[in-house]
């Protein structure tokens, strides 16, 4: 059933004091929950009994202020406990045991078994598997944990806050107090229990306290953690430079985890991560792993406070911590590597992926107002467009404005469970400005279109500069009203110089300014300009948005070789090769012969014979759009087109920049282990997006240089690149090389996942028997989801080529997949579905294919709320 927000109501009850007590075992871990309650005087229901959630728990007994409760006193349900009369005007004691099975729980959700580890994942609604609860947000509780184990198994037990007390018991046991002294909503309870090494580190806040940190992983991989930590340290400064925010207890943990259906878990002091955004050595993660790593523990630890000492009332407010969280971690990667790179890779998958999301069947607002299944809304949308959202406050109040907001923002809630709305409040008040209309982000789904359209007056010096904003229509959204839309902008010179922008009607002279689209229609005069300037228009991305301008091919070369604006320089190569290829592919439609653009070629030229500073920045401007943004431009998809005229774009860059190429990668070609630095990093990425345009040639040397740097890599980084060209090229050793990259890795599943990822993303004909061969590996495991999405969520997502096979063999895979993991795992299983729900945007006879497995999927037995609400609503 659905749950809407216009439902929501406090919570009948509060639980002040959360007292755990947990005996644990593989499979059968006991619990006994002392929970001391009272009524909320917020709530207005007048209902004396109290309803408790719980899911696939055994109940053993229920007390009342230490009195066992007779089983008509409660009634039990699949979803719930009811207490029928607790007391109304005094606080109470619950008592509740009951016991679980960690190691049947393979939906990874509540308290599991990842290897011989016990762990939890209790966001959104997990804590219920672990025992009855008010498992809601804005139920906020004082934990006290306590761990009992045998030493052998469990010689660490973990759980939030700081260690209180502990001590032996008979028969090899042992058991820790954690008490954890900020109140929290139950989803950020963590525990963990195993045979964990920990390396530690410890940081100075500005105020002076000394935070001891913790990274618990397998003995296998504590060679593999010092990144992590010194990642945790420059979050932890960062955050108090740029928000003035500390960390709050005397101890941070991170454990890293093998099975874990996300990346990552803000748990309070305890966060639990995916091991593959903890664990990287140079020779076994790639400098984007590294790049990432850093990101999410900066992450899960900038949620400290935008998510746990501030948190969500309830879950349609998801966004309120994730899009923040998101555009915090955004800005702590920029400052740390490269500012115009980070906004082209946010950007880039902003607008392959999300912008598909909010243009298909599962299209919803950053802050949702429907759900069947809070998990299905853990979306790009509510991340990354959220953060989108969250970057456009900051544009228009301005980095001041912004910082003063949330300074406002944390002083006025600290402690609390709070909406969207009272941080756009905490904006507003911060800064005395009116953001009525800018709140409509929140509610309304899709993507707007802007349509730009100029007019030069050369007697007047003026240029008018006209933008049109269409909101089209989303699920459950026939029609909207106009956005508030940030839109930076420059003009530019013939000279390259930027022109002071004079705008009728105000007295501010900038060169850079932004424009505030509030209408629908509305029309920007620019002043004394004696000579016509190129727009540089949304410069940085400011928006998220579409923009729909009409530019001759020499305006965009203009563009990448003037514009100061990192962004909007790479966005005119990339707009330039776009339409290049999408002129391509309308002559492999029409049987016309291929031939390039001129002006393309001459573009690339300019771009590989200049001399850039951020060689990572070069890297991306030497790259084209993808397979997958391209479809994206599309009116109907056609995968095979759009593959072959990339391809043929790229040989013919190939062809034409061969000496430049080869002068380029014997430049940047050193011999390194892989040392984290921008320097080297950018090396490598011009070096191999360099080596992936010459794999082209068909040429034996070149075939000879990427198997010695696949022989020879001392970095992952580069192994794994030349691997790739080596796969995708038919390149003679090819099953040597995959057979020689799996024995030399075969002991490190984060490596291997990327050896799963990579066959399944190859280009050549037989990549689908590949995949179904790869299925029965034994080192295949459906009940991991690191290794489900790297085969099953590589190749649907990220290898359209074959996932889109006219004889609907891609689709029929991922079905039969998804239809096995709706019972293992059904939030792996419902994410599975992605590819399918585009069904829309392919030709008919793909069409019917993709909805034929989607009615499939839905005849599925017993299956899951996840799995349910994606499927259906993409049939809809
Ligand atoms: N709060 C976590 C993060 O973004 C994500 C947890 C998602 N969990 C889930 N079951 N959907 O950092
Ligand atoms: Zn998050």
Avoid at 128 to 143: A, G, Q
Avoid at 325 to 345: L, M, N, P, Y
């Amino acid at each position: 059933q659905t749950i809407y927000l216009k439902d929501y109501k406090p919570p009948e009850y509060l639980i002040h004091d959360t007292d755990l007590n947990f005996t644990l075992d593989n499979e059968s871990t006991r619990v006994v929950a002392s929970l001391t309650m009272s009524r909320n005087p917020a709530s207005k229901a007048d209902d004396s009994a109290l309803t408790l959630l719980g899911e696939n728990l055994t109940l053993v007994g229920v007390q009342l202020n230490g009195d066992i409760l007779s089983t008509d006193r409660y009634l039990q349900t699949p979803e719930a406990l009811v207490i029928h009369d607790v007391p109304q005007h005094e606080k109470f004691v619950v008592t509740i045991e009951n016991t679980l099975n960690p190691k049947a729980n393979t939906a990874l959700e509540g308290l599991y078994l990842s290897k011989n580890m016990l762990c939890t994942q209790c966001e959104a609604e997990g804590f219920r598997k672990i025992t009855y609860y008010l498992d809601r947000p804005d139920v906020m509780s004082r934990f006290t944990t306590t761990l009992v184990g045998d030493k052998d198994k469990y010689p660490v037990l973990l759980s939030n806050g700081n260690k209180k007390a502990q001590g032996e018991l008979p028969d090899n046991k042992h058991w820790v107090t954690w008490e954890d002294p900020f109140n929290k909503p139950c989803y950020l309870f963590a525990l963990v229990a195993g045979q964990l090494e920990c390396v530690r580190d410890s940081f100075i806040t500005q105020s002076g306290r000394r935070i001891a940190l913790e990274i618990y992983v397998e003995a296998h991989d504590l060679d593999k953690c010092d990144h992590a930590m010194q990642s945790l340290k420059n979050a932890m400064s960062w955050d108090e430079k740029t928000y003035g925010l500390e960390y709050d207890l005397d101890l941070y943990m991170i454990v890293a985890v093998g099975h874990f259906n996300m990346g990552a878990m803000e748990n309070k002091g305890l966060n639990i991560f995916n091991t593959k955004f903890v664990l990287a050595r140079p020779d076994t993660a790639t400098d984007s792993d590294y790049e990432h790593i850093e990101g999410v523990i900066g992450h899960e630890y900038f949620h400290n406070w935008s998510g746990n000492r501030v948190t969500c009332r309830d879950w349609f407010q998801l966004s309120l911590k994730e899009g923040f969280t998101v555009f915090r971690d955004q800005e702590f990667t920029g400052d740390r590597t490269s500012k115009a790179v980070k906004r082209i890779e946010d950007v880039n998958a902003l607008r392959t992926r999300q912008f598909a999301e909010d243009a298909g069947p599962l299209a919803h607002p950053i802050r949702p107002d429907a759900y069947i299944e809070i998990n299905n809304f853990y979306t790009l949308t509510v991340y990354e467009k959220g953060a989108e959202v969250v970057r456009m406050l900051h544009t228009l109040l301005g980095p001041q404005g912004f910082r003063k907001g949330c300074d406002l923002y944390f002083q006025r809630h600290d402690g609390q469970a709070v909406t969207c709305d009272d941080f756009v409040n905490a904006m507003e008040a911060a800064n005395d400005v009116d953001l009525t209309q800018f709140r409509r982000w929140y509610s309304q789904a899709g993507t707007p279109v802007l349509t730009v359209s100029e007019h030069y007056d050369s007697d007047a010096q003026t240029l008018s500069l006209t933008l049109k904003q269409d909101n089209p229509p989303t699920p459950g959204q026939p029609r909207k009203e106009p956005l508030h839309i940030p839109i930076k902008t420059g003009l530019i010179l013939p000279d390259g110089n930027l022109a002071q922008c004079r705008l009728q009607g105000s007295d501010q002279v900038s060169h850079k300014i932004v424009l505030e689209l509030t209408d629908t229609e509305q029309t920007f005069v620019f002043e004394q300009l004696p000579q016509k300037p190129v727009i540089s228009l949304l410069r940085g991305f400011s928006a998220p948005v579409k923009l729909k301008m009409q530019r001759s091919l020499e305006e965009l070369a203009f563009l990448l070789s003037h514009d100061p604006d990192t962004f909007n320089r790479w966005e005119a190569g990339q707009l330039l090769a776009g339409r290049v290829i999408a002129e391509l592919v309308d002559d492999l439609q029409n049987g016309r012969s291929l031939e390039i653009n001129p002006v393309l070629i001459e573009a690339y030229l300019k771009i590989a014979q200049n001399c850039w500073l951020d060689l990572s920045y070069f890297a991306l401007l030497l790259s084209l759009p993808s397979e997958i943004y391209l479809a994206e431009q599309m009116p109907v998809i056609d995968v095979e087109a759009i593959h072959t005229a990339r391809e043929f774009v790229a040989c013919q860059i190939a062809k034409h920049l061969e000496d430049d190429l080869r002068g380029l990668y014997l430049d940047n070609h050193r011999d390194e282990s892989g040392c984290f630095d921008a320097k080297a990093i950018g090396r490598r990425r011009v070096k191999n997006v360099c080596l992936g345009y010459l794999s082209k040639l068909d040429d034996t040397e070149i075939q000879r240089w990427s198997l010695k740097q696949f022989d020879t890599a001392k970095n992952m980084t580069d192994q794994i690149a030349a691997l790739s060209v080596i796969v995708n090229t038919q390149h003679p050793a090819r099953a040597t090389c995959l057979d020689a990259f799996y024995r030399q890795w075969r002991d490190e599943a984060l490596v291997l996942d990327k050896w799963f990822a990579l066959q399944a993303t190859a280009s050549p004909p037989d990549t689908f028997d590949a995949v179904e061969r790869l299925l029965k590996h034994p080192d295949f495991d459906l009940k991991n989801p690191n290794r489900v999405r790297s085969l099953v969520g590589s190749f649907s997502q990220a290898n359209p080529l074959h996932f889109h096979a006219a004889n609907g063999q891609g689709y029929r895979f991922l079905a039969d997949r998804i239809i096995e993991l709706n019972t293992l795992n059904p939030q792996v299983a419902s994410r599975m579905i992605g590819a399918l729900t585009q069904w829309r945007r392919y030709d008919e006879a793909r069409q019917a294919l993709m909805k034929g497995e989607l009615e499939r999927i839905m005849s599925t037995e017993a299956i899951s709320k996840d799995v349910y609400e994606v499927a259906s609503k993409s049939l809809a």
